[in-house]
C-alpha cells in the first residue's frame, strides 16, 4: 500500500481509517483459513512516508483531545508503531512523546478497547502469556509490533543458538517452534526479551516467518511487514549473520523433511530405523577418580541441568536464583545459578549416602528437589568401577563389565574380600568408598570370571563398540558416549568371533542385519548414526557365531545426544578464563545493590583490568575501567573493584538513566569476556533523580493503572506511612525517604535521598537516627519486621552515597529492633552498652545472652571464639556456628535442620531483609522457635556483632559489615 | 533417525566433511585433517593434557587410517604448533579437579590481517563449533596448522569477522618477542638465578638437554644425567602425574645441586619456550649455533627454511604468518616456505633473537 486516500478527506484520520480498514479487512480475509495467523496491526502496509504522515495525523487529534469513533484504526496502527521502535521501558512515556496531550485527554483503557476491536473485526493477533496478565494494556500494542527493533537481536540469537535442535515439524507448526524457543530463552539477558518469549503463539509466529520467509510468501507475517523487519535486524551485522545461518539450517531441515519421505538418505548399504523415544539421561553427573599424593579421589562432573529447567520450568528460578549443595563436596554451597555450568568438575570428601540426593537446591520446595533427586544421581548401587584411561586417572564404566587387559579401579562402600591376586587394596580419600585396583588378566579364564562376578563385575562382551573420526564429547571407553546435537555419530563396530549374522537395531526397533564379514578381515563394521534427537539412545548389536554351539553375544552403546553448552560471552571453563555471575542472570539493580555477585576465573596472578559500561538503549552513558586486579577475582575482590566505579561522580549521575551495564575484559592473550546485565522489566518502575539539587522520583507506570496509590516513609520513621501525590509523573521530596506505589497487583518502591544543599544540610542527615514502631512480641511481628527491612533493602537505590547510608540506617534499626523484640531489653542495653566501647565488648554481650548453665556455656565459648569466626568466611561462619550450638540444640530439641537453622539464626540477626527471599518457605515455625527460645537469637547477635566490628571492609549495602550473604 | 552401514572410504569422507573440510582433498593422513581433529577435540576435552589429547584423537583414527609412531609423532609436533600459534593455551591448571600442572585451554577466538590482506584464524570455541560458518568456511584454506582466509575473499575481512565475535590480534602483540640481548648475557642471567635457590637434593627422572651433541639433531640431545656431568643444563623433571616439568640445573658428578623451575618470566610464558631460547643462547656461548637450512633454488621466488631446533611460541607466529609451514622435510624439526624476497629480514630476525647460524641445505 504505497498511496491513499486521506488527502481527499478534511481529516486525515479518517482518510487513514478508511485505507486502513480496506487493507486489514482484506487481510483478514486472506488468511482467515489459517487459524495460526492472525493479523499484526505492524501489518498496515504504510511506506515510511505514509507512516511519517500517519503519526502527524494521530498527533494532531490527540493534542486537540478528541479521536472520532470512526477513525480509531490509525491510533491502533500507531500504538504498534510506537510499540516497534520504543526502546527500554518506559511505554507511555514514548507514547506521549510522540502524541503530546495523550495522558491528559485520554484513558489508557481506551487503547485496549481499540485492540480488542481490531482484533474481533480483522481477526487480528491477542496477547498470550503470563507477561500480558501483568501489563494488560501494553501487551496490545507490543504484541502488534510483531518484535521490537530493541529486542530483535536477541529473537535472532536465539534462533542461531537453537538452529540444530530445528525440526520439519516444528516449522510447520509455529505453536510448537515458539515453545521450543521459549524455553531456551530464559536464559537471555533481556528482561524484555524474556517477556516478549512468554507469548508462545506470537513467538513461533515471528521465527517461523524470520526462517523461512525470505524469498517466499510467509505464512505468517505480510511480506512487506517482514521485510522491513529483516531491515532493521539487518543493521547489526552480527544479528543479520545469525539469522542468515539459522535460516540456512532451517531451509536444509525442511528440505530433508520433504526428502525424508522418498526414502532413506545416503548409502544404500542398510538402513536400521528408530522406533521409539529415546531413553533420558541427559542429567545425570559423569563420575571420575582422580589420583593425587593422598590416593584417589572421587569426582563428579555437572551435568547441563538447562535440559530439567526446560523440560520443568519451575525448576529454572530454583535453579537460577539459590544455592545449591553437592552432598559430600567440602566448602560452602555453588553459588546461586553455579550449578547450570555444566562441566564443572567437585571432588567429593564424602561419598554420598544411599538415601541422600546429590544435588538439593536450598530452600527450594519439596518438588523441587525431588525432581532433582530424580534427575540427576549416581548410578545405583554400592559399587562403582572407573576405567583407567590415563596414570592417574579413571572414568567410571556404567555397565560395570570389564576387558581382559584392562586396568580399573572399583569403589564400594564395604570391603571386598577376594583372593585373586590381580586386585590390590588402594588409597581413597573419599570418605565412604574403599578402593581396589584391578589389573585384568589378558585371558579371562572361568577361574577369573567367577572372582570378577563374586565381586560384582561383569565381563564385557566379545563385541567392541567405539567412536570412529569425530572424538565425542564424552566416551567412558566402553559402552557410553555422548554427541552434540547436529552431529553424526560414526561408530565402529568390532569382534573377533567368527560370525553367520550380525544384526542392529536402535531405540528398541525390529533388528536389522549388517555386514560384519565384507569390510575387514578383523571383523568390522562401520555405522553412522544419523537424526538422532536429543537423549540417549540405545544401539543393540546382536551377533551370531559361526559356531552353532556358542551363544549368541549381546552388546550395547549408550549413545547420548545432548545440547552444545557454553555459549555465554562470559567464556567458558574450557578457555583461558571465564566469568561467573550469582544468580546466573542478574540484572543491573542486583550488580549495583550488590544482591549478586561476580567472580572472574583463570590463571592465577595474571593482571586484568575490567571496563564498566552503563548504556541507555545504544548510547554509552559513561565507561571506566576498574582497577587493575588479579585472577581469580573472587566475589569480595569484585565488590571492592567495583565501588571504586560506583563512588565516581560521573557514575552516580548516570546510573540511574543506564538500562543496562556490560561488565568486558579484554587480556591480549586470554581474550574477551563480557557480561550483560539489563534493567528488569517490571510494570512499575521508580528512576531516582535530581532537578537543581531537588531529589524527585519518576514513576515509570506499564500497568493498566493510571490511578496509583503513592506512600512515603521518612527515614525518621521507617515503617510509618503516608500518601502523598504525584506531580505530573514525579514526586519531590526534600526530606528524602522511601517512597513506594501500588497499581492492581504491581508495587515498586524507591529511596528518595534527602535534599542537601548546605553542610548543615548533611550533618543533620547524617545525625537523624532512625527509629522504627514495633509491636507485640508476636512471630507475625517478627515476620512484619523482616517485610519492611525486605522492603528498604529491594528499593531501587539511586547512585547517591547518603540515601545509601540513610537505607543502610533504616536496615540496621529494624534488625536492632528486631534483636531487642526477640531477645528482651536486658539484651537490648547489652547491646546498646557494648557497642559504646572500642573495641566492641564481646563479654558485656555474653553476660546477657542467658543466666541457665547450658546458656552460660554457649555464651562462654562465643565470646571465647567470636574473633576467630569473625576471620572466616560467612559460610564457614554459619557452620561453626552450627557446631558451637549442637549442645543448646539438643537441649532445646530442636526438630529443624540444624545447619539450616543456624543460618537461620545469623541471617535474622544480620540481614532480616535478605531473609525471606532466602527462606523461600514459610519461616513461621523458625519464627516460633527464635520467640520461644531467645538465647538463640543473641547468641547470632553476638556473633554478627562482633564480627562487624572486626571487620575492616568497606561494603556500604550491607547493615553489618562482614556479613555479605550469596 | 536410523543406522547407516559405511566403508572405510564413505566413513572417512564422512568425518572429514564434518571437520569443515574437502573429503576430495584430504584425508586422515593430511596434518590439516589432523589439526582440526585436534582442534575439535580439545574443544570438548579441556582443560587437558597434550598426551589426553593425542590418546582420543589415536583412539578416533583406528580403523580409518593406520595408527604407528609417525602418527603420533605427527599428533604431538601439531599439538607444540598450535600452542604456539595461539590454537590452544598451555596454563597451569587454575581449578582444582582439574588437576595439578600444565593443562591444555582453548586459545580465544581471534584474526591476524597480515599486510598481504591475508587473514590469520586463531582460537577454538568450545562444544566443536565452528570459528566461522560454513560459508564463510569455504574461503578459508587450511594448510597444516595454519587456517587464513585468502586476502580479497571477502570485503572487510575485519567486520566480517568481528560480526562472528573474533577479536582482532595486532601484528604488534603478534610480534611480540624478547628483546635482543647477547647470549652470554641471557645465560648469565639464568644461572645468577640459579644460584640463588637452595640446594635441590635428589631429583627424581631428570633429564638433561646435553649442549655437547650435535645442534641438528634435537632429539638426540636429551639423556639421564651422568657421572661426569657438571654444570648449567636445560633439563627437564618427571612429576607424578602429567608432562615432566621444563627446568635448569646445576650438576655436580651427575647429582643435581641446584634448580630452577621454568618460566621464571612474569606473565603467561611457557617453560619450554624459554628453555629453548637458553639453550639457543647455550649453544651460540660455546661456539656452536643452532643450524637454520635454507633452499633457494636459483631464480626461484620461494625459498624452503628447515630449523633443527624447536622454535619458541613467539617466533613460530612469526614465521606463521609470513611463511607456509610445510610437513617437515628429513632432518628438519620444522619447515616452511617462504617468499624469497621475505628470506633475509626474518633470518637476520632469527639470527639476532636466537643467535642461530644459517647454512644452505645440503
Known sequence: ?966 | MGVIQLDHAAATAVAIEALGLDPQAVDFDAPEALAATLRRTASFMCPTTTGRLIRAVVDSLAGLRVIDADLRETLDELVASLIAYGDLLELEAYAEASGTGSRLYLGPPAFVARESGTVLLVGIRPEGEPLVSEELGAFVSNERHIRALPAGAVDDPAGVLASYGLTQTTLEHWHRAPAMCQPEVLVRGYQNRLDQQRSSGSVDGLTVLDGEQDVSYYRGRWRSPKHRDSGFYVARRARAFGAPLWCVVDLAEGEPVRLLDLPILQGLNRGCDEAWRLQAAIDADRGAPQIIRTDTPSGADVSVVDFTAPLPSWLQRRWDLVATPLVRRRGALLSYRIPTVELDEELAFVKERMWAAVEPTR
Open chain 1, 1 to 966: 500500500m504505497t498511496s491513499g486516500t486521506a488527502g481527499a478527506d478534511p481529516d486525515p484520520l479518517r482518510g487513514f481509517h478508511v485505507e486502513l480498514d480496506e487493507h486489514f479487512r482484506a487481510l483478514g480475509e486472506s488468511v482467515r483459513s489459517n487459524a495460526l495467523r492472525p493479523v499484526f496491526a505492524l501489518e498496515h502496509g504504510l511506506s515510511e512516508q505514509r507512516r511519517a504522515e500517519l503519526r502527524h495525523a494521530v498527533a494532531t487529534r490527540v493534542r486537540l483531545g478528541s479521536i472520532p469513533k470512526d477513525a480509531w484504526l490509525p491510533v491502533v496502527a500507531f500504538a504498534a508503531e510506537i510499540g516497534y521502535g520504543y526502546v527500554g521501558d518506559e511505554y507511555w512515556d514514548s507514547f506521549e512523546a510522540a502524541a503530546p496531550g495523550w495522558h491528559r485527554h485520554f484513558d489508557r483503557g481506551q487503547l485496549r478497547t481499540w485492540f480488542e476491536k481490531f482484533a474481533s473485526e480483522y481477526g487480528g493477533a491477542r496477547p498470550g502469556g503470563a507477561w500480558a496478565e501483568w501489563f494488560t494494556i501494553i501487551a496490545w500494542p507490543i504484541t502488534h509490533a510483531v518484535l521490537p527493533t530493541d529486542l530483535q537481536v536477541h529473537l535472532a540469537r536465539l534462533l542461531y543458538d537453537y538452529r540444530h535442535h530445528l525440526t520439519a515439524g516444528m516449522l510447520a507448526a509455529p505453536d510448537l517452534l515458539g515453545e521450543s524457543l521459549a524455553m531456551r530463552a530464559s536464559d537471555s539477558s533481556s528482561s524484555r526479551f524474556r517477556k516478549f518469549t512468554e507469548n508462545t503463539t506470537l513467538l513461533g509466529q515471528v521465527a517461523a516467518a524470520l526462517l523461512l520467509g525470505e524469498g517466499t510468501e510467509s505464512a505468517f507475517l505480510l511480506p512487506a511487514t517482514l521485510d522491513r523487519v529483516v531491515e532493521d535486524l539487518a543493521r547489526e551485522r552480527q544479528a543479520l549473520r545469525w539469522l542468515t545461518e539459522a535460516k540456512a539450517r532451517a531451509k536444509s531441515v525442511r528440505l530433508r523433511g520433504l526428502s525424508r519421505s522418498t526414502g532413506p538418505r545416503g548409502s544404500t548399504m542398510g538402513r536400521v530405523e528408530s522406533a521409539g523415544a529415546p531413553v533420558d539421561r541427559l542429567s545425570d553427573p559423569r563420575c571420575y577418580v582422580r589420583k593425587g599424593d593422598d590416593g584417589w579421589s572421587a569426582i563428579i562432573e555437572l551435568p547441563d541441568l538447562s535440559v530439567l529447567a526446560t523440560r520443568f520450568q519451575m525448576m529454572r528460578p530454583e535453579l537460577q536464583r539459590r544455592r545449591c549443595v553437592v552432598a559430600g563436596a567440602a566448602g560452602a554451597p555453588l553459588a546461586r545459578g553455579r550449578v547450570l555450568l555444566p562441566g564443572q568438575r567437585l571432588r567429593l570428601d564424602r561419598w554420598p549416602n544411599y538415601s541422600e540426593a546429590l544435588l538439593k537446591i536450598e530452600n527450594a520446595p519439596a518438588a523441587a528437589n525431588e525432581l532433582l533427586a530424580d534427575y540427576c544421581r549416581l548410578s545405583a548401587g554400592s559399587l562403582w568401577l572407573f576405567r583407567i584411561t590415563e596414570p592417574g586417572l579413571g572414568v567410571e564404566v556404567r555397565g560395570r563389565a570389564v576387558r581382559a587387559g584392562h586396568e580399573y579401579l572399583v569403589c564400594s562402600r564395604h570391603e571386598l574380600e577376594t583372593a585373586a591376586d590381580w586386585v590390590h587394596r588402594a588409597d581413597m580419600t573419599t570418605s565412604g568408598l574403599r578402593a581396589y585396583s584391578l589389573v585384568i588378566p589378558d585371558v579371562i579364564g572361568p577361574e577369573t570370571s567367577a572372582a570378577l562376578g563374586e565381586l560384582g563385575l561383569g565381563v564385557a562382551t566379545d563385541i567392541t563398540f567405539e567412536p570412529v573420526g569425530l572424538v565425542p564429547a564424552l566416551w567412558d571407553g566402553e559402552g557410553a558416549a555422548e554427541w552434540v546435537i547436529g552431529e553424526e555419530p560414526l561408530i565402529s563396530i568390532t569382534t573377533t568371533k567368527a560370525l553367520r549374522a550380525c544384526f542392529l537395531s536402535i531405540d528398541g526397533s525390529s533388528p536389522e542385519p549388517i555386514d560384519l564379514l565384507a569390510h575387514s578381515p578383523q571383523h568390522q563394521a562401520l555405522v553412522c548414526l544419523t537424526d538422532l534427537g536429543s537423549g540417549t539412545h540405545e544401539l543393540h548389536a546382536t551377533l551370531v557365531p559361526l559356531d552353532e554351539d556358542e551363544p549368541v553375544i549381546e552388546g550395547r552403546l549408550d549413545v547420548t545426544i545432548r545440547n552444545p553448552r557454553d555459549r555465554a560471552t562470559s567464556g567458558s571453563y574450557r578457555s583461558a578464563f571465564f566469568m561467573l555471575s550469582s544468580p546466573a542472570v542478574p540484572s543491573l539493580s542486583e550488580i549495583w545493590d550488590d544482591r549478586a555477585s561476580i567472580e572472574i576465573f583463570g590463571p592465577a596472578g595474571i593482571p586484568v583490568r575490567p571496563k564498566v559500561t552503563l548504556r541507555n538503549s545504544d548510547s554509552v552513558l559513561v565507561s571506566h575501567h576498574l582497577p587493575r586486579t588479579e585472577l581469580p577475582v573472587l566475589a569480595g575482590e569484585w565488590r571492592r573493584v567495583f565501588e571504586t566505579f560506583q563512588r565516581q561522580h560521573e557514575v552516580r549521575q548516570r546510573f540511574d538513566d543506564a538500562d543496562s551495564m556490560t561488565i568486558d575484559i579484554a587480556h591480549d592473550d586470554l581474550g574477551c569476556i563480557s557480561l550483560r546485565a539489563e534493567r528488569e522489566f517490571t510494570p512499575l518502575r521508580w528512576i531516582i533523580g535530581r532537578n537543581r539539587n531537588v531529589p524527585y522520583a519518576r514513576l515509570i507506570n506499564n500497568t493498566a493503572y493510571e490511578e496509583v496509590t503513592l506512600h512515603i516513609q521518612d527515614f525518621a520513621t521507617p515503617g510509618t506511612t503516608q500518601q502523598c501525590t504525584i506531580n505530573g509523573d514525579r514526586v519531590e521530596y526534600p526530606a528524602g525517604g522511601l517512597i513506594s506505589a501500588t497499581a492492581g497487583r504491581s508495587s515498586a518502591a524507591g529511596i528518595i535521598p534527602p535534599q542537601v544543599d548546605t553542610l548543615d544540610d548533611l550533618r543533620r542527615s547524617t545525625r537523624e537516627h532512625p527509629r522504627v514502631h514495633v509491636n507485640a512480641r508476636e512471630p507475625s511481628e517478627v515476620i512484619r519486621l523482616c517485610r519492611l527491612s525486605q522492603q528498604w533493602m529491594t528499593a531501587t537505590v539511586p547512585g547517591d552515597i547518603i540515601a545509601r547510608q540513610r537505607q543502610v540506617a533504616v536496615l540496621r534499626e529494624v534488625a536492632d529492633r528486631l534483636s531487642a523484640l526477640v531477645g528482651g531489653q536486658s539484651w537490648a542495653r547489652a547491646e546498646i552498652d557494648a557497642t559504646r566501647t572500642r573495641p566492641l565488648s564481646a563479654r558485656r554481650l555474653a553476660a546477657a545472652v542467658g543466666n541457665q548453665p547450658d546458656q552460660r556455656a554457649l555464651a562462654e565459648v562465643l565470646e571465647r571464639r567470636a574473633a576467630d569466626l569473625a576471620a572466616l568466611s560467612v559460610d564457614k561462619r554459619v557452620a561453626d556456628f552450627a557446631s558451637l550450638c549442637s549442645q543448646t540444640f539438643r537441649w532445646l530439641r530442636v526438630e529443624l535442620d540444624r545447619d539450616w537453622v543456624s543460618e537461620f539464626l545469623l541471617r535474622l540477626a544480620s540481614d532480616p531483609g535478605g531473609l525471606l527471599a532466602w527462606c523461600g518457605n514459610d519461616p513461621t515455625e523458625a519464627v516460633g522457635l527464635v520467640l520461644q527460645a531467645p538465647v538463640l537469637l543473641r547468641a547470632a547477635r553476638l556473633v554478627v556483632l562482633v564480627t562487624a566490628d572486626l571487620t575492616a571492609e568497606t561494603d556500604v549495602a550491607t547493615p553489618y559489615r562482614g556479613w555479605t550473604w550469596e
